[in-house]
């Protein structure tokens, strides 16, 4: 069975478009791989932006270290989670930036007063 190729016109890679795949309905389509990444990037540069907005919020409020060290880390985290996606390690950047607002947020609300 031959899988359709689509071209990207930007820099003329080939990639498979994938169809369907493991318990999947028939003809149903999936994210290719350049579209995946093109996703972790997005929902990391968004998420990264909420972090700035609310790391702004909070030093208007209240200055303090723990603020800029908590929220400083999940700015740092967005930034490292769209590398990981730029180089095509997607589930483990969707991973980490699930975990790591989850627990940025949380600690906020534990840690700081």
Known sequence: MDTPIAEDAADGVAEDVVE???GAEPGER????????????????????AMAVVLGLRLASRASVLVVGVYGLALILCG??????RNGRTRLGSWLLAVGLVAAIGSDWLLIP
């Open 20 to 22: 369907g795949g493991e």
């Open 80 to 85: 490292i989670v769209i590398e990981l996606s």
């Open 30 to 49: 999936r994210l290719t791989p350049r579209q995946a990444r093109r996703l972790r990037v997005v929902l990391s540069s968004v998420g990264m932006a």
